[in-house]
């Protein structure tokens, strides 16, 4: 559960501003998206792999990304 510390004179859109930062820092979302299909471990890896091989790529110079 998020709590917003907010002052009674503050901005409901400063609040607001506050709580949707908030929000994405904690990756709630992404781990409601994560939960919906079940992805078996060998597929997870691979995807896993795969990143990693790309930030290489970047990284030597290979692609410009």
Known sequence: ML???SKDCENIDKALKKYKKKFEKSKTLLQ???RQAFTKPSVRRRGEV???IYKQ???S???EG
């Open 57 to 59: 790529q970047i990284a």
């Open 61 to 63: 110079g290979k692609i």
């Open 3 to 5: 709590i917003i510390d």
């Open 32 to 34: 409601l998206r994560e």
């Open 50 to 52: 795969l990143k990693a």
